[in-house]
């Protein structure tokens, strides 16, 4: 009786839902009422739209949950219905029909908040289960953006709109889908478009960009086109997205990580070898800062900047970047907008000047008016006019900027923050055009390698590094250094001239491939001996290391670099004071070498190079920047050799460090010379510590004091033996070459015969004196 009195009783929604999923024929009845009861519901709803009604939200999401057991069939009696009766007294789809009621502009704007949230809720899950297509309802979205004003349901929609159309590409690249989405969107960045459906229409498109799910050129250059939009968020999200901020995902940003790890352990497992000694753990040990400080650069010269990563391939998509960068240029002139959106754009037009070397000769006029030291941001605009510089410019443009920057921020009556700020900002437009600046205006930049200030200092000699490298003729005779003056003289400077090109005749770093072929062909018997020695060893009873491969990961790199330089250079400094020789070290001749490179480079071309050769020329690069990073002799950084001609370094070390980060440059920054930072232009500057930081550094002192408080009273402790020598016994360990010099040794050597025979004397009266207890006699 109780079974039969709960068969009677009607069932609710969610137990009626979970029937319905298991067998959906039993309970076509029950669905049929509750289809009837929306209809029913909503023709009410209709009326009174203010009204919030729960069972409407109930009943809509029970038939969304429900609707696709039946759909299939009701399919199928609409094909087989017979004449075009059958097909007008057809009852539209419950997805058209809440369709119909969120575009009804005198209804959507007037339902309930509560009531249009469940609505859209339904609609959304009906679209996830493909009884409605993304074509169909993405103008529902569109229409709800231009006339609901309600922030959480624009969130919502948008973030829904995204992984739609991904998921819907993950699965299959419908080209044709794509095309009219594309098509969708773009009518919404006309002028006369809506601005919160303008808006959102950008979000979506730079978002699909991003997620690598529209990148042709159409979905590129729409975008460009929305540079004009009137509307400032839609022109300043679009201008962002042509500049590379924020372009690029985090799981690009990971596997690049893990390929710059994986070169860095294989560069080191070169370097330091496959066995496992305290010599070169010691060696790694020392390495460690040097790599982590070569990984830093690399990733803070890739991202220039806070920006994010830059990606050129947007602005090469560019169909007519002359035209856009007209058009940008004009509306900054307007003087309409606020500044910092004409700066936004300032920036993309110096941009799409430099990449792509247009001819905007107002621009340079233009920019002309906000070079003051007073100016708000001027960072920024001196970068800009960096990045619009490139060798197609005419000098006679190009001087009187010159003139500009060095009569404004170049002057003994600034300030020596804006006189480095200056100087930097020159050397980066010369670094672009050589022929920015005459003989004479190079000279009077050249005086301030003496200031005072050394922020001012640096910047001076950076730009005379910079142009010991590309022009040292225009430098005055007494700056050019050994090997510029060597260069001018042998006619061998290559001085640039106005509208020359040189194009690349190898692919960079095959140089470094090609040696490292060389020596193996060479040290292959060498290995063959070490080979057998090692059985000879392991026939004596040593055991050899079964981890062969050393555990290196990134921060476990460079010091046997230093290491490595340091005896070279030692053994360098042996053989010029006199000592012999060896047969087997006999000095190869440049000539020689050269022309044994230029061999097995050519030798290289007689196949293609496929990706195992590029990673290999990749770590070959990375390991030696670091050779060079750690002052290695005689070599120079592969992003300062030049294309042509004979290469030579420039000269002086106490002046390369003085040159700032522009010795500094890796391959990564090289390729990223349209891209100018302006902190970078404010150079070295001395910051007053605040009361905070003093604070911070004195407790810091205290707890290493604390730390190191008792290490003496330990016997056993290495580091309390090195602080409790005296100054005479750490005298004794230091090197021959750091007393040399000292006063008392010069005093020593100086001596007359007098004095040191008086000096004698005293020693041998002092060892006949019998002081300290009772004579010692050695044991015989």
Known sequence: MAASADTNKPLSLPVLQDLIKRDPEAYREEYESQEAHFSSSLSILRLKPNKYDKDFNELTMFLAHVTPCYQNQQNQQQNSAAGAAAATTAQPSFAERLIGLLLDTSIAGQLHANT???????????????????????????????????????????????????????????MKVNNALIAYLSTHLKANSNAMCARKAIAVMIEMHRRSVWRDARVVNIIAGATLHTDLKVSLAAAHFMLGNKTKGQDDDASDEEQTKHDTAEVAREIVGARKTAGRIKKLKKAKLMVKKQAEKKKKKAKGGSDGVVNFAVLDLVYDPQTLAEQIFARVRGNKEPFSFRLVLLNLTSRLIGRHQLFVMSFYSHVMRYLRPT???????????????????????????????????????????VIAVGLNAIREVCARAPLALDADMLADLCEFRTYKDKGVMMAAKGLINQYRDTYPS??????????????????????????????????????????KAQQHEQEQPEDDEQEQDEDDEQGDGQQPDEDSDLDIDEDDLDELLDDDSDADEGEDDLQEEGEPRGKGTKRKRPDDEQQSTDTTSAAMFDRVLGQED????????????AEVAMGGKGKKPLSSQRAG?????????????????????????????????????????????????????????????????????????????????????????????????????????????????????????NLRMKTGGKARRRKK
């Open 645 to 765: 001609g004979d290469e030579w370094e420039t000269d002086s070390d106490a002046e390369s460090d003085a040159s700032g980060s522009e010795d500094e440059k890796s391959d990564d920054q090289e390729a990223d010379t349209d891209r100018v930072n302006p902190d970078d232009l404010r150079g070295v500057s001395k910051k007053k510590r605040t009361r905070a930081e003093k604070l911070a550094s004195v407790l810091k002192g205290r707890a290493d004091k604390k730390k190191n408080k008792g290490k003496n009273k330990g016997a056993g402790d290495a580091a309390a033996a090195v602080v409790s020598m005296p100054n005479a016994v750490k005298s004794r360990n230091k090197p021959i070459m750091m007393v040399r010099n000292k006063r008392a040794l010069q005093d020593k050597r100086k001596q007359d015969l007098q004095t040191k025979v008086a000096g004698l004397r005293k020693h041998i009266k």
């Open 375 to 417: 100016q708000r941001e001027v960072t920024q605009v001196l970068a800009c006019v960096a990045q619009a510089t490139h060798p197609l410019i005419p000098p006679d443009e190009l001087h009187p900027l010159s003139k500009c920057l060095m009569n404004t921020f170049v002057s003994e009556n600034n300030s020596s923050q």
């Open 474 to 515: 225009l430098l005055p005779k007494a700056m050019r250094g050994k090997e510029g003056t060597m260069a001018v003289i042998a006619h061998k400077d290559n001085r640039p001239q106005y509208g020359q090109s040189t194009a690349a005749t190898q692919v960079e770093g095959i140089d470094l491939l090609a040696k």
């Open 116 to 174: 249009r949230q469940g609505i859209v809720n339904a609609l959304i899950l009906l679209r996830n289960r493909d009884q409605v297509t993304c074509t169909r309802v993405l103008p529902v979205w569109f229409h709800l953006f231009a006339h609901v004003n309600d922030k959480a349901l624009r969130k919502q929609l948008l973030t829904h709109i995204v992984r739609d159309i991904t998921k819907m590409n993950k699965r299959n690249k419908d």
């Open 614 to 625: 590029f990673a290999k020329i990749r770590r070959l690069k990375l390991k030696h920047d």
